[in-house]
């Protein structure tokens, strides 16, 4: 499938951007329905009479927060396998020095740490593990740059509270299917042909 790359006219500038703070919206409230363990079928009429939209587009923000929401699960198996390597790792550490003859103090010291990683490590699993899918809208350095204004920049809340709008509202996302004319029912590219 080929992929097309253009330069949009800037009269349409003003409807992306009410678009993009529209899908956004509707992604949190999304977000936080499925977090609360709605079905989507509940939610997507929710979501058509709050907001006054179809189902195509609420189902468009559906695909992307499934996305987002599929990454951040996979990168959970990755963390995990790691937690469980360096878990293992730890207790080998510990065995081999609880194995010797005789244990001196380092011993002792060194089996006490060892151990006191070992539950840091083991309790980090578990949060991991237990903890539901959580997203920071925005990104999470940012909402973090309200705490120190100065150093991220920033000479007022306001004027920090401006860019983190403009971030929690700064994409969306069209999903395109072959059934449609031109790959999407909601957002197609015309253009004339110049020869």
Known sequence: MPTYQTLLPTNIFPFLNSMTALYSQIERDMHSCLMR?????IIEKLLQSKYQVDSTTVRNVYHDL????KSIKELRKIQSLDLKSTIRSIQNSINKKLKKKEINSYDRFFIHQKK????????????????????CFG????FLAQ???EENGYSSHQE???????????????VG??????????CRLDFLLRL
């Open 37 to 41: 363990g709605e079905k989507i079928g």
């Open 66 to 69: 499934k996305g987002k929401h």
């Open 116 to 135: 006191r990683r070992l539950a840091i490590k083991q309790n980090k699993l578990k949060r991991l593990e237990d903890e539901k899918i959580s997203l």
């Open 139 to 142: 990104t999470k350095k940012l």
């Open 147 to 149: 705490y120190h204004l």
């Open 160 to 174: 920090w509270l401006a860019d983190w709008r403009e971030a929690r509202s700064s994409n969306f996302m069209m």
């Open 177 to 186: 299917a072959k059934t449609y004319t031109s790959g999407n029912q909601l």
